[in-house]
Structures are given as C-alpha cells and as structure tokens.
C-alpha cells in the first residue's frame, strides 16, 4: 500500500517541522509511523523552482515548488482588502492552485492508495478530476 499526504504550500520542512504548525507535525508524526506498514510520501511546498525528492526516516518528501502561489497570493491581497468577499481569500478556486496541479500530476505517476488531503477543500475537485485515473481515495480533514 502506498499513501500520500499533501501539506500546505507554505510547509517547507523535511522531518520534523521547524515552526510551530500542527498539520505539518501531525503529519510528521503520522507519516513515520505508517512506515512500518506501507510507503509514505509527504509533499511540501518550496521556496525554488526547482523540485526535489528526499528521504528521511523512510518517509518519501516530494518537494513541489510554491513559488508561483506566493505571487499570486501577493497580488490577490490588495483586492480582496478592495472588495471584501463573504468568504476568505484562501478558499477562491485559484488559491494554491498551481501547487495543486503540480502534485496532482505528480500522484498520476505515484499510484497511491490513499491521498490525504489537509488543506484549501475549494481544491478537492481539481484532484479528482486530475487523479482519477489512479482509482485514489481522497480524505479531506480540514478547509484551510
């Protein structure tokens, strides 16, 4: 069995966080337990272009390249504080997107069995449509 698990965009730490950030330590903590049973991929966000792949105590940290959603979020800013929606910022569709369309792609080829998913639920339906073909489960826990 092979489950991912897919962090915020702004999580950038591989092993044990190094900022106070409870879904990034519970899935820390959760991912190197589940090792024993099966193969763990963890993806985080990164402040380069460039991605990267590392192992740390036997769990697989895909390092998804974030910078893209940082601008965009950085333009969003000023009009959502301009036109003030009914809901927040982080749950527009466009929100992290480009994060998620990267992972999304990425778990095609990674043939997961379950994919859990912790943040921005206004994102869930682009993993669905873009994962189908790996016959995945998804597990929302939280709407960020």
Request: with cysteine; hydrophobic share 45%.
């Amino acid at each position: 069995m092979r489950v991912a698990f897919i962090n915020q965009p702004w999580v950038d730490s591989i092993g044990e966080p190094k900022s106070i950030d409870s879904m990034a330590l519970w899935t820390y903590e959760v991912a190197r337990r589940l090792t024993e049973h099966c193969d763990v991929v963890v993806y985080i966000g990164r402040k380069r272009f460039s991605r990267r792949v590392e192992t740390f105590e036997r769990v697989e940290y895909r390092c998804i390249p974030s910078l893209l959603d940082r601008a965009i979020g950085k333009l969003l800013r000023p009009f959502s504080q301009l036109f003030p929606a009914r809901r927040p910022l982080a749950s527009a569709s466009v929100y992290a997107f480009p994060y998620a369309v990267q992972i999304a792609l990425d778990l095609r080829k990674q043939h997961c069995d379950i994919v859990h998913i912790h943040f921005f639920l206004n994102l869930y339906p682009s993993f669905e449509r873009l994962i189908l073909v790996s016959k995945s489960f998804y597990i929302p826990m939280m709407n960020g």
